[in-house]
């Protein structure tokens, strides 16, 4: 497998539905806004640009199974996997907010092969393939180098439902808060995993999330020289849905805080 040359396929399907998406949010009406659950917003430009991503990938390994957010299909490849989020920030372009992107994995026999993440109104293609680095617009990119959480910009998620456990992450907020230059809340994950890659954030972490939300972003994130994990430190950030993004670092410092202020298990 050329993941180089696929990789470049991959990139321009991302770039028509990019394409697409920014023309419908000229026009976009909120009356066609659907709910999957509470606060769990989708629109027909979802459900529209993830049926453009799987026609056009199905051509490149045919054999290859689908995970995606909103369902147009979900089959399970013996080797190849795709992992897809059509629009990761319905909620920002709902409201108008120019924050959300593409993500795109593929997986080979279970381990990423190929991650993108484009944000769609800035023009910022991140990848990266087997075998290669990561990189933004042709250019490589690194995680940061700070070694200290005093010196760092961290990026998180506000849980949007599930508020049982809203009480502990705001403890963790509040202490992160006093720890760091700051925390940040973009509202696309995919976008936190590919700023903690090229150095803008130097962690993130969130609960709650689906593999398609994360899985590109993160192998965008260790191919960038970070690492990733789950709260205890441990490589199932996917099955735990639970992620934490570092520059390889601070690890330590924010586990440590994380392990004080909140419980995965309630």
């Not at 509470?38 to 199974?65: F, H, R, T």
């Not at 998180?156 to 202490?175: D, R």
Request: with cysteine; aromatic share 12%; glycine share 8%.
């Amino acid at each position: 497998m050329d993941y180089e040359l696929l990789c470049t396929k991959v990139i321009a399907i991302t770039r028509l539905t990019g394409n697409f998406i920014r023309k419908e949010s000229l026009n976009f009406d909120d009356k066609s806004i659907e709910f999957k659950g509470l606060n769990d917003l989708v629109s027909y430009v979802d459900k529209n640009a993830e049926k453009l991503l799987v026609d056009n990938l199905s051509k490149l390994i045919p054999e290859a199974g689908f995970t995606t957010e909103e369902e147009t299909i979900n089959t399970k490849g013996e080797v190849y996997n795709w992992i897809i989020d059509p629009l990761d920030g319905t909620t920002n372009f709902i409201h108008g907010i120019p924050t959300y992107s593409i993500s795109i994995a593929l997986y080979e026999d279970e381990q990423p092969v190929i991650g993108v993440v484009y944000e769609i109104n800035r023009g910022e293609m991140f990848y990266t393939y087997k075998g290669g680095k990561a990189y933004l617009n042709h250019k490589e990119i690194r995680v940061s180098s700070r070694p200290s959480l005093s010196a760092c910009l961290l990026a998180t998620g506000f849980p949007y439902y599930q508020f049982e456990k809203q009480k502990q992450y705001m403890q963790l907020f509040s202490e992160m808060m006093q720890k760091c230059h700051g925390l940040r809340r973009i509202g696309s994950a995919a976008v936190d995993l590919a700023y903690v890659a090229c150095g803008r954030f130097d962690a993130y972490f969130e609960y709650n999330l689906n593999a398609w939300d994360v899985a590109a972003g993160a192998y965008l994130v260790q191919q960038a020289g970070g690492n990733i994990m789950n709260f205890d430190g441990g490589a199932e950030f996917i099955v735990k849905r639970e992620i934490l993004a570092t520059n390889a670092l601070i690890d330590e410092e924010v586990l440590e805080i994380i392990h004080r202020n909140f419980n995965t298990v309630l």
